[in-house]
């Protein structure tokens, strides 16, 4: 194992920028992202404040910390047919992820009681 990262996000926080900031949400998640943020319905805070925390769990698990917009457009959360959800990686995260001498990362995402969390594991 070559890093650990955890983050927590209020779901309250993704909730107002729901309703009012669509700048955040095109900084901060792919095209992708959104759609399935969007389609979520009454999930949809809870999702976004997941795959936020998805986001900055990566970069903690890399040990440098978020380095700017950079950081957040080659970071996307997908997830398989089974629901499972996973990275994809590219640009300056794709180059710190090899720079650390990572292969794989796996990603584990949970929300509870107006919180979500993410776990990532690079091996």
């Not at 107006?114 to 091996?123: C, D, K, N």
Request: aromatic share 6%.
């Amino acid at each position: 194992m070559i890093g650990l990262g955890i983050d927590m996000c209020e779901v309250a926080r993704m909730e107002r920028i729901l309703e009012k900031d669509s700048h955040f949400l095109d900084r901060c998640f792919t095209t992708e992202e959104q759609a399935y943020i969007r389609g979520r319905g009454k999930m949809a805070a809870q999702s976004m404040a997941a795959i936020y925390a998805a986001k900055e769990a990566f970069w903690k698990a890399i040990g440098t910390g978020m380095e700017g917009r950079q950081a957040l457009e080659g970071i996307a959360v997908k997830h398989a047919d089974n629901g499972r959800p996973y990275y994809a990686i590219t640009g300056l995260a794709a180059k710190r992820l090899a720079d650390a001498g990572g292969t794989r990362v796996m990603l584990s995402l949970t929300h509870e009681a107006g919180l979500a969390a993410a776990v990532a594991i690079i091996e």
